[in-house]
């Protein structure tokens, strides 16, 4: 298999779940930006972190800006494919991202193509137009097979300003939920 770049070597961008659970092995792991997107709390979820009667809301790479966030270096053409067919199960499941090919801006100053999941505005599940307050709501209410849509947002939050990312959407987002209780 012929991969991005025409290299054996797999790179994967991640900007959500993917920065703190990529659920593959990778040989390297730097942070990166991708131009062209912007990180956004704009697809409906429900499976991973909300139901059909009660979506949550995950984030997506919308159209427009840049987006700091994390690239792997999957090794090898068996462990990339095998990677290829495990992402595309996790991150395919209803059809709601694009699976692109784009440069990537490492830390260190290269730049490759990297594999990226973009929010597909045409999807019933792209919920782009929300106001902050439903949104709120959303990862408020919001639990699935993954878990909490609260735990996914401070999840996220936490790993981006371990990179010294802030990030104005999830950081309003985690100040405004209500305090859980015991």
């Avoid at 991005?4 to 991640?14: E, I, K, Q």
């Avoid at 690239?71 to 499941?93: D, F, I």
């Avoid at 990537?104 to 973009?118: K, Q």
């Amino acid at each position: 298999m012929l991969l991005p770049g025409g290299s054996a070597d797999l790179w994967v961008f991640g900007y959500g779940s993917l920065m703190w659970r990529p659920g593959f092995a990778f040989a390297e792991r730097m942070p990166a930006r991708m131009a062209g997107w912007h990180r956004s709390l704009c697809v409906y979820s429900n499976l991973y972190r909300g139901t059909h009667e009660r979506p949550g809301l995950v984030l997506g790479l919308d159209s427009g800006g840049s987006c700091r966030g994390v690239a792997y270096r999957v090794e090898g053409a068996a462990a990339a494919t095998a990677t290829l067919a495990y992402l595309r199960e996790r991150e395919l499941v209803h059809y709601v991202y694009r699976e692109l090919v784009r440069p990537a801006l490492l830390a260190d100053g290269r730049r490759v193509p990297a594999l990226v999941y973009v929010a597909d505005p045409r999807h019933a599940q792209y919920a782009g137009r929300l106001t902050p307050a439903e949104r709120l709501a959303l990862v408020a209410g919001g639990a699935g097979i993954s878990g909490t849509n609260r735990d996914y947002v401070l999840n996220t939050l936490a790993h981006l300003e371990e990179l010294g990312v802030h990030d104005p959407e999830l950081a309003w987002i985690a100040e405004h939920l209500e305090p859980v209780t015991p």
